[in-house]
T-cell receptor
């Protein structure tokens, strides 16, 4: 069974550009979560999508947005990129919204903003 | 105060040593607790869930103390391959959000 897959693996952008990151959850999982892991910092919760709707977002500015498609895959969009957006962006999926279900992470997209 | 606090380490231990990691969390309403392992430049992987009754998986033992809001991970007979960052993770029941500690770096020396 395929795990959570993310693309691209690496992404290089310049300040002010937009970045789009993609995530495909484990088959059958309906919830997708996005996290940011900046160098030297812990993982920070970004967004949670379930059944196509945004259920919760972390303490990030509105230029971080996303969506979930009918097939439960998801996109994270970061507009007006800033240098400090350089980080590893991790996607996780879980089976439904039940809080006790463990989450499984993809390998991440490493975004570098120059 | 951080929501989840861990000693960042690094913990440098010889092979075969027993090492313990501690973690405290601030939200008493937190419902679920986990230890994740993250290798350098890789994604976090679930190591084990943590229950009040304690749970053991081979050389790894995890314990939760709800009254003290304290989580621990014990690694016995450490191996070189145990070298990684260990992340203490707390899940908020209401938001389904994972709150990560900043991780404790373990380096097992030959």
């Amino acid at each position: 069974e395929a795990g959570v897959t993310q693309s691209p693996t690496h992404l290089i952008k310049t300040r002010g550009q937009q970045a789009t990151l993609r995530c495909s959850p484990i088959s059958g999982h309906t919830s997708v979560y996005w996290y940011q892991q900046a160098l030297g910092l812990g993982l920070q919760f970004l967004l949670w999508y379930d059944e196509g709707e945004e259920r919760n977002r972390g303490n990030f500015p509105p230029r971080f947005s996303g969506r979930q498609f009918p097939n439960y895959s998801s996109e994270l969009n970061v507009n007006a990129l800033e240098l400090e957006d350089s980080a590893l962006y991790l996607c996780a999926s879980s089976l439904g919204r039940v809080s006790l279900i463990n989450k499984y992470f993809g390998a991440g997209t490493r975004l570098s903003v120059l | 105060r951080k929501e989840v606090e861990q000693d960042p380490g690094p913990f440098n231990v010889p092979e075969g040593a027993t090492v313990a990691f501690n973690c405290t969390y601030s939200n008493s309403a937190s419902q679920s607790f986990f230890w994740y392992r993250q290798d350098c430049r890789k994604e976090p992987k679930l190591l084990m869930s943590v229950y009040s009754s304690g749970n053991e998986d081979g050389r790894f033992t995890a314990q939760l103390n709800r009254a003290s809001q304290y989580i621990s991970l014990l690694i016995r007979d450490s191996k070189l391959s145990d070298s990684a960052t260990y992340l203490c993770v707390v899940m908020e029941g209401a938001t389904n959000k994972l709150i990560f500690g900043t991780g404790t770096l373990l380096a097992v020396q030959p």
